[in-house]
């Protein structure tokens, strides 16, 4: 069976975006893939955090994984920190890639413009990340869009390693969804949905009361002509509603652009198409919360079965590198 692996970072809420175009993919894989998902705290404290932020953020982000959808008994979900692997072969990796091609990934440029403390973790982060595919000998990495750097420099790193010291790494591939799922913010359109915009009227949290959730849609920038179409170019509000009412109820966005002639009923089925998607999600996420304990338990299974796989990684990786035995 394929082996998939994916990460996300333990950093804000969850929103609709993340929903609609990964999290909800990866509760579909789980059912045809040998699915490993992985929350990574370590990449997280890539950014100075207090220590509340980020156990809490790693607990709640664990929680809404299973509320939407991550079975503990069907993938290997666990907190990458639980696998001390992870460390250790981010460590070596390190020592495999060179200045100049961390130097050249865009999303340290763009993150380090953004912080006043910049460490040399969020430099080699890249290391980390190639660490938590490759310890499982993944074949596909399902990520958006702006990992595909990330993911070819992973495969880079394990071939100069499996060149410089025998075949140690499997190679992954990137698999990035289809454009349909991109869901942008509500207010600024062009942009995609995400907490770090720090735009909380555009954006849809996955725990957003049905109240929120319509006035946000409903006050969603849109544009003047009165037109609804499906036309992301020259019409990004409509067509981002188009798109997630489309994902929302499994109907094709230029197919649902037919049906409507005033904006005013397109927001509120869009709005009303949201509430029902994420009420069993929200139930779910409210029991979970409940019993922190459960949670803890099930983390604990998920990273005894990821480090079955890691350790026998490592082992090889520690043999083929040249270190002594203990
Ligand atoms: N860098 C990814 C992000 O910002 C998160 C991540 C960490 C990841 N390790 C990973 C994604 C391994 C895929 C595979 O979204």
């Given at each position: 069976m394929t082996r998939v692996f994916s990460g996300i970072q333990p950093t804000g809420e969850q929103h609709l975006g993340n929903y609609l175009g990964a999290t909800r993919n990866w509760a579909r894989m789980q059912r045809t893939s040998d699915a490993f998902f992985c929350v990574v705290d370590l990449h997280a404290v890539t950014i100075p955090k207090a220590p509340g932020e980020v156990r809490d953020g790693s607990l709640r982000l664990a929680q809404m994984l299973m509320a939407v959808g991550l079975d503990p008994e069907t993938c290997t979900l666990f907190?990458?920190?639980?696998?001390r692997e992870h460390a250790e072969l981010g460590w070596i990796l390190q020592c495999n890639v060179s200045y100049g091609e961390l130097s050249r990934m865009t999303q340290f440029k763009d993150k380090s413009g953004r912080h006043d403390f910049i460490s040399a973790g969020l430099f080699t982060y890249p290391a980390l990340q190639a660490a938590d595919i490759l310890l499982y000998d993944t074949n596909e990495v399902p990520v958006g869009d702006d990992q595909r750097q990330h993911i070819e420099i992973t495969r880079d790193i394990a071939e100069r390693f499996n060149s410089r010291f025998g075949e140690t790494f499997v190679l992954p591939e990137a698999v990035i969804p289809a454009a349909g799922a991109r869901v942008m913010d509500l207010?600024?359109?062009?942009?995609?949905?995400?907490?770090?915009?720090?735009?909380p009227k555009g954006t849809i949290g996955l725990l957003d009361e049905p109240g929120q959730i319509m006035k946000k849609i409903k006050s969603a920038v849109t544009d003047n002509d009165g037109v609804v179409r499906f036309?992301?170019?020259?019409k990004p509000g409509v067509s981002n509603l188009l798109s997630i009412l489309g994902a929302a109820t499994d109907r094709e966005p230029a197919a649902l652009a037919?049906?409507?002639?005033q904006y005013g009923a397109l927001k509120s089925d869009t709005a009303d198409a949201v509430i029902a998607l994420l009420e069993p999600i929200q139930a779910r996420y409210r029991e979970l919360e409940a019993d922190p304990g459960e949670t803890a338990r099930l983390l604990r299974v998920g990273a005894d079965k990821a480090r079955a796989i890691a350790t026998d990684t490592m082992d090889r990786v520690r043999s083929n590198l040249g270190l002594l035995d203990a």
């Open positions: 907190v990458q920190s639980h696998v207010q600024r359109p062009t942009d995609k949905m995400s907490k770090s915009l720090d735009s036309d992301p170019e020259q037919e049906q409507y002639e």
